[in-house]
């Protein structure tokens, strides 16, 4: 039992100077490429939050309140990414919250102005959403 425990510190001691040393040569990495491994980082949480949103959406799920919520986050985050908050024009749509829905379609179109075919597309469920709002 006490070679365990001695194990276990040896093992605790190990990934804690791991991580003092993965600080460290963080640190000492030049700018640019500190601040483009941080730019990667940013985009793939983006992508995450916004791939994370979408499968709450899906079936057998159809959670657009868990989407919203996901969303809230992700475009407090990224105010910039008219992709997030065009996704949660669909997610307000889909929970029946059609002001709200009109709201976040507003604030794309005045962020990316007049949307695209290609820009339609980039968005699961856009057009479909885009075409009942301007029914009502």
Not at 18 to 24: A, D
Not at 67 to 74: E, P, V
Not at 112 to 128: C, H, N, R
Request: with cysteine; hydrophobic share 40%.
């Amino acid at each position: 039992m006490l070679a365990s425990l001695r194990m276990l510190r040896n093992l605790e001691q190990q990934e804690n100077n791991k991580m003092v040393l993965s600080l460290q040569s963080r640190e000492s990495l030049p700018n640019s490429l500190a601040q483009s491994q941080m730019r990667k980082t940013e985009s793939h949480l983006r992508e995450l939050d916004f791939k994370n949103a979408l499968f709450c959406m899906k079936g057998p799920f159809y959670d657009y309140d868990l989407a919203i919520r996901l969303l809230t986050d992700s475009v407090a985050r990224w105010p910039d990414d008219w992709k997030l908050k065009a996704l949660m024009c669909i997610a307000s749509h889909k929970a029946g919250k059609k002001e709200d829905a009109l709201r976040w379609f507003t604030q794309v179109n005045t962020q990316k102005g007049t949307l695209g075919d290609a820009d339609i597309q980039s968005v699961p469920y856009l057009e479909k959403v885009l075409n009942e709002l301007k029914r009502h």
